[in-house]
């Protein structure tokens, strides 16, 4: 279970193991290995909406498994679907726009205002990014990101929640839970008539055959 320190007295987060980066502590490493020690907790902490959900930890995907997603959907989409937006600042967005789970946690809707997680993720990403030369350029596209205010910020946005319903049809069809809920989610979310079909087609999907 893991329980850092900015979410004291906060519930705590599932997750596959402790954080690595407290095996380093005391210790001279380079910048980058301490990065990397610290993107790893991205590979053990559950995406904790799932396992609300009931979905077992066994089968839960991890948030580095969902980054993996959003940024494969962004580099698959982005040319049909939104070929005026810069692709690299894309690809950038989608690889590290969940960095601030790495010392807030996967917070999910309802456990706090957004505001707060906002602060709780952006003190992450700064003790995350602050190390690394040029980590200031890793921030400002966090930053951008969150803002949702650039096209390409608005599109991942988008991406990140079509790949949370095509993670809800995965485990629907695997018969693990009713994910009706994501659905709704992502109905509500996606304006973008390319990716409005795509969920389309994923609800036809959950109906029964004929």
Same mark, same amino acid.
């Given at each position: 279970m893991f329980h850092p320190p900015e979410m004291k007295g906060r519930e705590a987060m599932e997750t *596959? %193991?402790?954080? #690595?980066?407290r095996r380093l502590e005391g210790r001279e490493?380079?910048?980058l290995i301490q990065v990397y020690f610290e993107f790893s907790h991205l *590979?053990?902490? =559950? %995406?904790q909406g799932w396992l609300r959900a009931g979905i077992s930890k066994e089968q839960c995907e991890t948030v580095a498994e969902h980054t993996l997603g959003?940024?494969?959907?962004?580099? =698959?989409? #982005?040319?049909?679907? #939104?070929?005026e937006l810069d692709k690299t600042k894309l690809m950038w967005m989608g690889l590290l726009h969940d =960095?601030?789970?790495i010392y807030a946690g996967d917070i999910v809707p309802g456990k706090m205002s957004l505001e707060g997680k906002h602060e709780l993720e952006r003190q992450s990403v700064e003790r995350v990014f602050s *190390?690394?030369? /040029? /980590?200031? *350029?890793?921030? #400002?596209?966090?930053e951008e990101f969150e803002a949702g205010q650039t096209g390409e910020a608005r599109f991942v946005k988008e991406i990140d929640r079509l790949e949370m319903g095509l993670q809800a049809s995965v485990y629907e069809h695997e018969k693990l839970a009713d994910l009706s809920v994501f659905f709704e989610s992502t109905d509500k979310a996606l304006t973008t008539p390319a990716l409005r079909e795509i969920l389309a087609a994923m609800m036809k999907l959950r109906e029964p055959r004929g």
């Amino acid at each position: 279970m893991f329980h850092p320190p900015e979410m004291k007295g906060r519930e705590a987060m599932e997750t *596959k %193991r402790p954080q #690595a980066i407290r095996r380093l502590e005391g210790r001279e490493v380079l910048p980058l290995i301490q990065v990397y020690f610290e993107f790893s907790h991205l *590979k053990t902490l =559950f %995406r904790q909406g799932w396992l609300r959900a009931g979905i077992s930890k066994e089968q839960c995907e991890t948030v580095a498994e969902h980054t993996l997603g959003v940024t494969l959907l962004a580099l =698959f989409l #982005a040319d049909e679907c #939104a070929p005026e937006l810069d692709k690299t600042k894309l690809m950038w967005m989608g690889l590290l726009h969940d =960095f601030g789970e790495i010392y807030a946690g996967d917070i999910v809707p309802g456990k706090m205002s957004l505001e707060g997680k906002h602060e709780l993720e952006r003190q992450s990403v700064e003790r995350v990014f602050s *190390k690394l030369r /040029g /980590g200031e *350029k890793y921030l #400002a596209i966090w930053e951008e990101f969150e803002a949702g205010q650039t096209g390409e910020a608005r599109f991942v946005k988008e991406i990140d929640r079509l790949e949370m319903g095509l993670q809800a049809s995965v485990y629907e069809h695997e018969k693990l839970a009713d994910l009706s809920v994501f659905f709704e989610s992502t109905d509500k979310a996606l304006t973008t008539p390319a990716l409005r079909e795509i969920l389309a087609a994923m609800m036809k999907l959950r109906e029964p055959r004929g």
